[in-house]
């Protein structure tokens, strides 16, 4: 199973951008928890959002909470996560991740499948 996450790019600060997350096995997607996550260098991989196998929860870390906003497209086997005001602390390597279970899920060991990444890089 592969997870393709897309989307990443050089930004100014307050800018926006939207990742996309799909998968190879279109199961996965549609029955699973997604989640978002990131890393910047030198520092351990953090939560950012998840979302339950439907859409009907969310959640998001305090740090982007109200500017950040995961949904997903069942129909369309995609995870995004659109990204607003984003600011230059927000960069790191994006992560895409489905759950072990259909749950939203906010710890990385509820995760089960990896994507390899997008840089997001935003300038001051």
């Known amino acids: 199973v592969q997870l393709q996450a897309s989307g990443g790019g050089l930004v100014q600060a307050g800018s926006s951008l939207r990742l996309s997350c799909a998968a190879s096995r279109r199961a996965l997607i549609s029955n699973n928890g997604m989640g978002w996550f990131r890393q910047a260098p030198g520092r351990e991989r953090e939560f950012v959002a998840a979302i339950n196998w439907n859409g009907g929860s969310t959640d998001y870390s305090d740090s982007v909470k109200g500017r950040f906003t995961i949904s997903r497209d069942r129909a369309k086997n995609t995870v995004y996560l659109q990204m607003n005001s984003l600011k230059p602390e927000d960069t790191a390597v994006y992560y895409c991740?489905?759950?072990?279970?259909?749950?939203?899920?906010?710890?990385?060991?509820?995760?089960?499948?990896w994507g390899q990444g997008t840089q997001v890089t935003v300038s001051s």
């Open positions: 991740a489905a759950a072990r279970s259909s749950y939203l899920v906010t710890t990385k060991p509820g995760y089960q499948y």
